[in-house]
């Protein structure tokens, strides 16, 4: 990388599902002095560059290899949303590398050179739910994760807490995200995605039965937001230095499984057809029957924009990209 280089941003996970969003959104304020660092692969992740205006590109690893070379002067903010965001990836050793070592690097880096520090935490760090859904501080310590993803972030989270660093940077609490440039992510792409495409194929959708008596099936419930409002949350952080700490990024409401397959047939013109399996054992024990974002924080740091509507999220992603395109 060129050490004159004039950047303004840097985004990691880049060509990721947020990520490549953020770009875009970044590219219509006229932004395009932007590195973005990520790893292709041989998947289609590529795709989400198509389109995009961006400086240069940079493998993660190599990334923090060149982090000397910066030209920290006049970057306005790093945006680090790049991580494994596999809930069922079995490498504690890969996750504890990849979100926690390399987020602490990064950010120690952007502090020593005075430069704003976005990074992405997750809803995964709350755990079953039942010691709520607070981003203020003093309830972060108490938090219990279900799987190793969330403990790599919540990890983090407790780094910059203790260290003082989250009185200095932003981190966000993502819920269940949808929308455009997740076809990538396989099985770890929203359920609005794979219902289309189960519609597409077999008429139908299939969700879990509940295995708790209190929720009947399909009725469990998550909060699910659109990646345009991700997207609006993360750059009003950025733009805003001042304003520091964890916030939830959600609707603040949460919606039932059923309500999201409902929706995702009446955008496609038909009629429901839902189908109820069987959970996989190996994961009821944890599996969210519930998830929702407590705005309160976010909205006392004075955001006052809307979240989009469950139903006009779907139908916006289904008519105008999915359907639209016949893939992602």
Same mark, same amino acid.
């Given at each position: 990388?060129?050490?004159?280089?004039?950047?303004?941003?840097?985004?990691?996970?880049?060509?990721?599902?947020?990520?490549?969003?953020?770009?875009?959104?970044?590219?219509?304020?006229?932004?395009?002095?932007?590195?973005?660092?990520?790893?292709?692969?041989?998947?289609?992740?590529?795709?989400?560059?198509?389109?995009?205006?961006?400086?240069?590109?940079?493998?993660?690893?190599?990334?923090?290899?060149?982090?000397?070379?910066?030209?920290?002067?006049?970057?306005?903010?790093?945006?680090?949303?790049?991580?494994?965001?596999?809930?069922?990836?079995?490498?504690?050793?890969?996750?504890?590398?990849?979100?926690?070592?390399?987020? @602490?690097?990064?950010? *120690?880096?952007? +502090?020593?050179?005075?430069? $704003?520090?976005? !990074? %992405?935490?997750?809803?995964?760090?709350?755990?079953?739910?039942?010691?709520?859904?607070?981003?203020?501080?003093?309830?972060?310590?108490?938090?219990?994760?279900?799987?190793?993803?969330?403990?790599?972030?919540?990890?983090?989270?407790?780094?910059?807490?203790?260290?003082?660093?989250?009185?200095?940077?932003?981190?966000?609490?993502?819920?269940?995200?949808?929308?455009?440039?997740?076809?990538?992510?396989?099985?770890?792409?929203?359920?609005?995605?794979?219902?289309?495409?189960?519609? @597409?194929?077999?008429? *139908?959708?299939? +969700?879990?039965?509940?295995? $708790?008596?209190? !929720? %009947?099936?399909?009725?469990?419930?998550?909060?699910?937001?659109?990646?345009?409002?991700?997207?609006?949350?993360?750059?009003?952080?950025?733009?805003?230095?001042?304003?520091?700490?964890?916030?939830?990024?959600?609707?603040?409401?949460?919606?039932?499984?059923?309500?999201?397959?409902?929706?995702?047939?009446?955008?496609?013109?038909?009629?429901?057809?839902?189908?109820?399996?069987?959970?996989?054992?190996?994961?009821?024990?944890?599996?969210?029957?519930?998830?929702?974002?407590?705005?309160?924080?976010?909205? *006392?740091?004075?955001?006052?924009?809307?979240?989009?509507?469950?139903?006009?999220?779907?139908?916006?992603?289904?008519?105008?990209?999915?359907?639209?395109?016949?893939?992602?």
């Amino acid at each position: 990388m060129n050490g004159n280089t004039e950047l303004r941003y840097i985004v990691t996970g880049g060509a990721g599902f947020i990520g490549s969003n953020l770009v875009r959104a970044l590219n219509e304020r006229g932004e395009t002095n932007i590195l973005i660092v990520d790893r292709l692969g041989s998947g289609l992740k590529w795709r989400n560059l198509n389109g995009l205006e961006f400086e240069d590109f940079i493998d993660k690893d190599a990334f923090l290899e060149t982090l000397p070379d910066i030209p920290w002067m006049g970057l306005e903010a790093v945006y680090h949303l790049g991580a494994c965001s596999s809930t069922t990836e079995a490498d504690a050793d890969y996750l504890m590398r990849n979100n926690y070592a390399y987020t @602490r690097q990064l950010c *120690e880096a952007c +502090l020593r050179a005075g430069t $704003r520090f976005v !990074y %992405a935490s997750s809803a995964a760090t709350y755990g079953d739910g039942s010691r709520g859904y607070s981003d203020r501080h003093e309830s972060t310590p108490a938090y219990r994760p279900l799987n190793m993803y969330g403990y790599s972030k919540h990890r983090f989270d407790l780094w910059a807490l203790r260290h003082e660093a989250l009185d200095r940077v932003a981190g966000i609490k993502y819920f269940n995200v949808y929308g455009p440039g997740e076809a990538h992510k396989g099985d770890m792409r929203s359920m609005i995605h794979k219902a289309w495409g189960q519609v @597409r194929e077999r008429g *139908e959708v299939r +969700l879990f039965r509940s295995h $708790r008596s209190e !929720y %009947a099936d399909g009725e469990q419930v998550r909060d699910f937001v659109h990646v345009g409002d991700a997207v609006d949350l993360t750059l009003w952080l950025g733009d805003h230095p001042e304003i520091n700490g964890l916030y939830n990024c959600g609707t603040g409401r949460a919606r039932s499984w059923n309500d999201l397959a409902r929706a995702v047939f009446e955008s496609m013109g038909r009629k429901p057809h839902i189908r109820y399996i069987d959970m996989p054992e190996s994961i009821r024990p944890n599996y969210q029957y519930y998830t929702e974002a407590d705005l309160t924080k976010l909205r *006392e740091a004075g955001y006052r924009q809307a979240f989009t509507a469950l139903e006009d999220g779907i139908r916006s992603y289904v008519r105008d990209h999915l359907e639209s395109a016949g893939a992602e």
